[in-house]
């Protein structure tokens, strides 16, 4: 009742601001989808100039005299910077993933924050299966060599793989993505096992996956696979202790964000073979990534393309754009990660 009662008030008080134009902008170019949304909303639309990463001093100019914002990944979205721009009313962010966002700030300064979750779902799984395809039957390496000229036909004991077909996956943080990940096993036979902070009686029906403690998971699979968000407490959840548990037969998989491995142990696991290979879309400190990684053949990389199609991307881009029209008339953005009611937060 009392909820009611303060959404209603909220209601009234935005309700005054339907008719203003406000202006929208977007700190990289986006799939135009959005932007005519936007368009067509009466917004103004204001993008960055160049399509690469905003330095700090850029993103904050262009916050300057912004009402919302469509922000990327690498645009830090600090308490400093949310102070600076006291008009600034909602910040989407065109990905599921807002570490770069402080978004106990921005609550506090009843500042909406967005994101883009389940539209990119599906894209973020068929990618880790890319990658784990690819690092466990050496895609990227026969590739390579058949473009180097020296391939002379077909070899009974060449560049041979790991079978994949039957093998254990382990999930390490069953959210959407995770469980992507864990229904896409079925079709190659694979036992799932998953780690998660709870239990998920749908996912372990429809997959058959098991629960296990993280640990356990890791001397158990021999696909690793990370989905899990970055928080303090995934930093470095995958450490050299735990690199240490894994199968030396193992290939890890992380499409989620790259502090969650150290990549440094990383790098020495493979190089010495504790593990056979990995399937890297993301990395500790990008574009930077670790030197030891860059001459290693086990390791398959990517440059932080997941949620990388035409079609995820458009439907980003109409995301971003529906959140910011849904607040500016005064209802409930689609993906609002702070509503004012409950704290924010993952599932
Ligand atoms: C990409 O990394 C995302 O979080 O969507
Ligand atoms: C979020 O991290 C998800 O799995 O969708």
Known sequence: MRR???????????????????????????????????????????????????????????????????????????????????????????AVGFDNIDVQAATARGV?????????????????????????????????????????????????????????????GAGRIGQAIGRRALGFQMPVLYNAR??????????????????????????????????PETRHLIDARRLELMKPSAVLVNTARGPVVDEEALAMALRSRKIAAAGLDVFEKEPEIH?????????????HAGSGDVETREVMSELCARNIIAHFRGEEPPTLLNPKSTPPGFE
């Not at 395809?133 to 002379?152: H, I, K, M, N, T």
């Not at 239990?199 to 899990?228: N, T």
């Not at 990684?293 to 398959?300: A, F, K």
Request: net charge negative.
């Open 291 to 303: 030197p030891d990684l860059m001459g290693l053949d086990n390791v398959v990389m990517l440059p």
């Open 112 to 172: 909406s924050v967005c994101n883009t979750p389940d539209v990119l779902t599906d894209a973020t799984a068929d990618l880790a299966w890319a990658l784990l395809l690819a690092a466990a039957r050496r895609v990227v390496e026969g590739d390579r060599y058949v473009r180097s000229g020296q391939w002379d036909g077909w070899g009974p004991m060449q560049l041979l793989g790991t079978k994949v077909s039957g093998k254990t996956l382990g999930i390490v």
């Open 4 to 94: 009611t009662t303060r959404n209603f008030a909220r209601r009234v008080a935005q309700c005054s601001r339907r008719i203003e134009i406000m202006n929208v902008f977007i700190t990289r170019p986006i799939p135009e989808s959005g932007l005519q949304l936007l368009r067509e909303a009466g917004h103004t639309v204001r993008l960055s100039a160049t399509d690469a990463p905003l330095p700090a001093e850029t993103l904050r100019a262009g916050l300057s005299g912004a009402d919302a914002v469509i922000t990327m990944l690498s645009d830090k979205i600090t308490a400093d910077v949310l102070a600076e721009n006291p008009q600034l009313q909602i910040v989407t962010q065109f």
């Open 198 to 231: 709870y239990v998920k009686p749908e996912f372990e029906a429809e997959v058959g996956a098991q629960w296990r403690d993280l640990d356990d998971l890791l001397r158990e699979s021999d696909f690793i696979s990370i989905s899990c968000p970055l928080t």
